[in-house]
């Protein structure tokens, strides 16, 4: 069985570019997070889908993050225009149930210039 | 001050060795403890889940929580090279799933052979 994979694995962008992530969570798993990591700092929850909607993004530091998840399956993680502080490793997990084991993908790490 | 403190080691043990890798928190509303591993370049996986105070094992792994006095901790017997990764513990309250889990910074263990 496939495990989450996330899609680039790093990238590097200018700032006030666009850059956008993928994840594929685990076939089957309603429940799909985002999560960040800044260097040096924890992991840090940005928001939750169970299916195609959004149950919490109350971590999404503001309004340049956009996410989307088409059709309960793929979740997008759009950053536009993307700032320096926005740098840091993006963390896509999924699972069955909101209180069910979390499986993280590889992570897609992202630096702006 | 943050509510989950994690010494980021790094951490260099022989193999064989006991690891002893801790973490104090803050918020006395946090019921479910983790540990996860994280291998350079991966995901974080889920090694140990423990539900309010008490130990539990697993193999060559114990986890403690004392919520008495805010702190848990994750033993490694026998230590193997392969157990070389960073170690992060992550808390969460009973409601609220998975939005509201909060990670250590972890700690860089290296076991050498």
């Known amino acids: 069985e496939a495990g989450v994979t996330q899609f680039p694995s790093h990238s590097v962008i200018e700032k006030g570019q666009t850059v956008t992530l993928r994840c594929d969570p685990i076939?089957?798993?309603?429940?799909l997070y985002w999560y960040r990591r800044v260097m040096g700092k924890e992991i840090k929850f940005l928001l939750h889908?169970?299916?195609?909607?959004?149950?919490?993004e109350s971590g999404m530091p503001n309004n340049r993050f956009l996410a989307e998840r088409t059709g309960g399956t793929y979740s997008t993680l759009k950053v536009q225009p993307a700032e320096l502080e926005d740098s840091g490793v993006y963390f896509c997990a999924s699972s069955p149930r909101t209180t069910g084991e979390l499986f993280f993908g590889e992570g897609s790490r992202l630096t702006v210039l | 001050q943050k509510e989950v403190e994690q010494d980021p080691g790094p951490l260099s043990v022989p193999e064989g060795a006991i690891v002893s890798l801790n973490c104090t928190y803050s918020?006395?509303?946090?019921?479910?403890f983790m540990w996860y591993r994280q291998y350079s370049r991966k995901g974080p996986e889920l090694l140990m889940y423990?539900?309010?105070?008490g130990n539990k094992e697993d193999g060559r792994f114990t986890a403690q929580v004392d919520k008495s006095s805010k702190y848990i901790s994750l033993f490694i017997r026998d230590s193997q090279p392969s157990d070389s990764a960073t170690y992060l513990c992550a808390m969460r309250p009973v409601s609220g799933g998975y939005q509201k889990v909060t990670f250590g910074t972890g700690t860089k263990l290296q076991v050498i052979p």
């Open positions: 076939s089957g798993h309603d429940n």
């Open positions: 889908f169970v299916k195609e909607s959004k149950q919490d």
């Open positions: 918020n006395s509303a946090f019921q479910y």
């Open positions: 423990t539900y309010s105070s």
